[in-house]
């Protein structure tokens, strides 16, 4: 009998780690997925229709995907005509929760401000990721690209071009291979940094990203960008990187990925939002009361709500109180005033766009700093996707259209 038990509870065990392998999901997650309220979620919970498989600190219950996709094929889901099988996907690379963030398993808090972008960006990759530094040829390439270029040519456009130089120079482009993937990836965000109006390498402190950047965003000191960029070096299946997904699942190199990733990142609903939060922000920081007042009267103000976080949004509160030092006091106490209010009013929770936006007006910024923190930032949670990828079927995604238009009599 007692072996009897000893193979049951051996079996629950088993059964127990191979949900987790499959992926989990915390109560939150479990009611998006099934398109339900959470209380929804709690009364499977109490009727035994569904089971926590653990507890997590500061996470709370934790479910086995493989049970959730049950009920949702039970019939059980509140999904009506959601979207095809892929948009399952599994990842260890960012975990993002209603208020935290956490690169495999390390909390970006941790992070920010004790290690270098390279650092992370190597422990999202899984791998050294380090390319040699551009050459003097390499660099008149892209110099004699981006020379051409009209004055009104935007960053997000450079940089796009700055990807393309670099994978037309890589001789090895069409490597597939993990190790190539990461080398692009680090060697894509140096041509773009190097695109950039007078940018160049930086005399002291060696080749790093953050160090290239202050040659652009003069003014901006090295260690509060570098934070910076860590805070925004990935964010789980965001748009840019499911594109990311899909381009390498064709069987894209590596650079076409990244332009596929700074294709979807292109976008005021995306990646430069902080041109929007910005304009919004001279105005909040003058007189919040007519920011407020607006905000409750109208439209949701720029850079407030998250389809993510519900509590905070980690990378902005981070980099706010890395801002501090730096603030005015009176407008940092107006921002604070707009945004406890909208919270506690609205449930709208500021998100990084404003914190963005404020290092910009702090520093003293070019109006486009924001677009070019992010883009070169997100090269790495990119490239860290890619290569998960590649252990992937190739071909997954593939989203099944029901036909609507008009039919042959």
């Known amino acids: 009998m007692d072996g009897e038990m000893g193979g049951q509870m051996d079996a629950q065990k088993d059964a127990r780690m191979d949900a987790r392998m499959d992926g989990e999901l915390t109560t939150t997650q479990v009611a998006d997925y099934l398109g339900v309220k959470v209380q929804t979620v709690y009364a499977y919970v109490s009727r035994g229709v569904l089971t926590p498989v653990r507890r997590a600190p500061g996470t709370g219950s934790l479910f086995a995907l493989t049970d959730v996709r049950g009920l949702l094929q039970g019939g059980r889901a509140g999904r009506r005509g959601g979207p095809a099988a892929s948009d399952d996907v599994r990842t260890q690379v960012t975990e993002v929760t209603a208020g935290r963030l956490a690169y495999r398993g390390h909390d970006v808090a941790d992070l920010a401000g004790t290690h270098t ?27 004699t690209l981006t020379g051409a270029m009209p004055d009104r040519t935007g960053v997000m456009d450079r940089f796009k071009h700055a990807v393309l130089v670099a994978g037309t120079t890589d001789l090895g482009r069409h490597d597939r291979s993990p190790t190539a993937f990461a080398r692009a990836g680090a060697r894509a965000a140096a041509f773009m940094g190097l ?14 990203l953050a160090a290239t950047l202050t040659t652009y965003l003069a003014g901006s000191p090295a260690d509060l960008l570098d934070a910076a960029l860590v805070l925004l070096a990935d964010h789980d299946l965001a748009v840019s990187t499911t594109a990311v997904r899909v381009a390498v699942s064709s069987g894209a190199d590596p650079y076409s990925a990244l332009l596929a990733g700074l294709a979807a990142a292109d976008s005021p609903l995306h ?55 730096e603030c005015d006091r009176a407008e940092l106490a107006a921002l604070r005033t707009v945004e406890a209010e909208l919270l506690e009013r609205r449930g709208w929770v500021l998100n990084v766009d404003v914190a963005l936006a404020l290092l910009v ?16 930032a997100r090269t790495a949670g990119w490239t860290a996707h890619a290569v998960e990828e590649l252990r992937e079927p190739g071909m997954r995604f593939r989203l099944r259209g029901v036909y609507s238009g008009p039919r042959q009599s």
């Open 195 to 208: 695109s950039l109006p007078g940018a160049h390498p930086a005399p002291t402190g060696g080749p790093t």
């Open 117 to 143: 972008f390279e650092q992370v960006r190597e422990l999202l990759v899984g791998m050294p990721s380090e390319a040699p530094w551009p050459g003097r040829g390499e660099r008149e390439s892209l110099t």
């Open 271 to 325: 990646l430069t939002a902080s041109l929007q939060a910005l304009d919004w922000l001279t105005g909040a920081l003058h007189d919040p009361q007519a920011a407020i007042d607006a905000a409750l009267t109208g439209r949701r103000p720029p850079g407030f709500g998250h389809v993510v976080y519900t509590e905070q949004d980690p990378r902005a509160q981070l980099l706010l109180d890395l801002l501090e030092p």
């Open 361 to 376: 007006c702090t520093l003293r910024l070019p109006r486009d700093a924001g677009p070019v923190i992010f883009a070169c």
